[in-house]
């Protein structure tokens, strides 16, 4: 459980870090002033600060010069966060101030956090696709002609209600070691050994998570051309890798492919009854990156660009507080061709704020009271 949550705080660190990193970057290129840029959350631990030329380190609440960019450490490890001059709308009459940029500035800053998350798994996929990422598909000929696919397995793609196999145990996901001790890997090969052996018992060897389970399957007398004797659904699953090129190209398709996955899936919550239900909290996913983390580091690569992604697209949602709710209201004041009444503003994002960490409260303790270890308690 300790190594989990090390995991899960080193990933989300890293996330966050990047996003504001992509703040920090366009911020500075843009010429606006930079309080601090720091690594974690308050209270500083230590820092550094170039004066006329010169480093000098800055201890925890030291006094420090406001004209030059503290880089930080601090005590919470959660990401990090950076402090632009005049982004809460004050300090307007300094030049460098966020409020006295054009435009496409102060968007572009806004929308630079998204950006690097999206940046950020694309070269994670690359990467990933050069050494060689997990994928599964449906038939051999869906794969891409220009990747090498390699230790080839047969996966479980479903299993039929009611069906033999899911009596057994058998479910979807499972990766099939085995049949009655026989290594198979072309599904023709397994569909007509599963025939042969209409009425009897088959002991499939899965894997299933990290876990290798033994699952006797007694096969049925009757057949369809929908069920079979077994009723299960089968592809392939194993590792595809390509040349460096190619490797960037796959990446930035699978980056989009992954984002449409994403778009589709919040909007599923927002129009179907599912609302609150589907959508996961730190613990959640502080959960499912523990057992990805079991399946080695590769799948543990694509879990986190997959968080990378699922960051970028929630700071977009036009909601206050978010970088998507501030880049709003940057349209709007756009539109209107003068500055927004700051107040009104400020109050729409501390609001919004309060709102985002009373869902976060919620889906925290729905996330709680689901787990195993808790209800064991009761």
Known sequence: MLITILIFIVILS???????????????????????????????????????????????????????????????????????????????????????????????TLAAGVLMNVLTAWVIFSVGFMIGLPVAVNELADLPSNG??????????????????????????????????QSIIEITGLQEYIQSRQGETINFEVKRLNEVLEVPVTTSLETSPEQGIVGIGLGYYGKLNFNPPQAIIQGAKTTVNQLQAIFTGLYDIFTTKEGIQGVGGPVKIAQLTGQVADLGLLPLLQFTAFLSLNLAILNTLPFPALDGGRMLFLIIEKLRGKPNNQKIEQYANAIGFMALLLLMLVITARDVSQLESIKNLF
């Not at 196999?165 to 009655?180: C, F, K, P, R, Y």
């Open 14 to 108: 890293l996330l966050v870090f990047v996003h504001e990193l992509g703040h920090f970057v366009v911020a500075k290129r843009s010429g606006m002033g930079v309080h601090e840029f720091g690594f974690g959350f308050p209270p500083r631990l230590i820092g550094l600060q170039k004066i006329e030329g010169r480093w000098r380190v800055v201890w925890r609440k030291q006094e420090t010069s406001t004209e030059a960019t503290i880089y930080s450490i601090n005590a919470i490890p959660l990401g990090g966060f950076v402090k632009i001059m005049g982004e809460d709308n004050d300090e307007a009459s300094d030049p460098k101030s966020f409020s006295n940029k054009s435009f496409g500035a102060r968007f572009l």
């Open 148 to 181: 090498s696919f390699s230790e080839q397995q047969i996966l479980i793609g479903g299993v039929l209600e009611g069906s033999p196999a899911e009596t057994a145990g058998l479910t979807e996901g499972d990766i099939i070691l085995s049949v009655d001790d």
